[in-house]
T-cell receptor
Framework: NAGVTQTPKFQVLKTGQSMTLQCAQDMNHNSMYWYRQDPGMGLRLIYYSASEGTTDKGEVPNGYNVSRLNKREFSLRLESAAPSQTSVYFCASSEERRRDEQFFGPGTRLTVL | DQQVKQNSPSLSVQEGRISILNCDYT??????FLWYKKYPAEGPTFLIS?????DKNEDGRFTVFLNKSAKHLSLHIVPSQPGDSAVYFCAARFGDQFYFGTGTSLTVIP
């Protein structure tokens, strides 16, 4: 039981490049989330998916797209990376009836030069 | 505009004593409040939560208090242990959206 896994762990991009951050969970959770963590800003919600086939914007969605590929997987795409997207990205999941308890992945540290 | 605020970036406490971490919020529509703990290079882990209709929730050494009139919540850890040294995030839920504070780094001194 791996919980929530994220790939890659680290990534360096140049401005304008694109990439997809992958997230998968094996806990049969309905809800999945993408956050970014920046110094002095805490965690901010980018996008979430309440169930397979649905996605919604969070607090800071600009510059990102998401895909809920199936119940297990929720990917985050940067189409044209900018230095302001340098951050640590966390994926999380939760049961429908216990949405307060989110299970987080280990994070992806992204640097955009 | 930060809706959930943790005004103390750091806190040091002696082992065995009480740790009190504080959090303030601005949105009266939040229906759940949560605390997460984070070690370096790991994702946050859930600690404890409280519904907005309650004023206290206890789980072992951890107790969360909610004061809705003051829009304030606190996490008490008693007794504090060196393994509690981590960053603690307060968070609040409104519908499907979660808002996190900036975190308080707790150091428990042996």
């Amino acid at each position: 039981n791996a919980g929530v896994t994220q790939t890659p762990k680290f990534q360096v991009l140049k401005t304008g490049q694109s990439m997809t951050l992958q997230c998968a969970q094996d806990m049969n959770h309905n809800s999945m989330y993408w956050y970014r963590q920046d110094p002095g800003m805490g965690l901010r919600l980018i996008y979430y998916s309440a169930s397979e086939g649905t996605t919604d914007k969070g607090e800071v969605p600009n510059g990102y797209n998401v895909s809920r590929l199936n119940k297990r997987e929720f990917s985050l795409r940067l189409e044209s990376a900018a230095p302001s997207q340098t951050s640590v990205y966390f994926c999380a999941s939760s049961e429908e009836r216990r949405r307060d308890e989110q299970f987080f992945g280990p994070g992806t540290r992204l640097t955009v030069l | 505009d930060q809706q959930v605020k943790q005004n103390s970036p750091s806190l040091s406490v002696q082992e065995g004593r009480i740790s009190i971490l504080n959090c303030d919020y601005t949105n009266s529509m939040f229906d759940y409040f949560l605390w997460y703990k984070k070690y370096p290079a790991e994702g946050p882990t859930f600690l404890i939560s409280i519904s907005s209709i309650k004023d206290k929730n206890e789980d072992g050494r951890f107790t969360v208090f909610l004061n809705k009139s003051a829009k304030h919540l606190s996490l008490h850890i008693v007794p504090s242990q060196p393994g509690d040294s981590a960053v603690y995030f307060c968070a609040a839920r409104f519908g499907d959206q979660f808002y996190f504070g900036t975190g308080t780094s707790l150091t428990v001194i042996p």
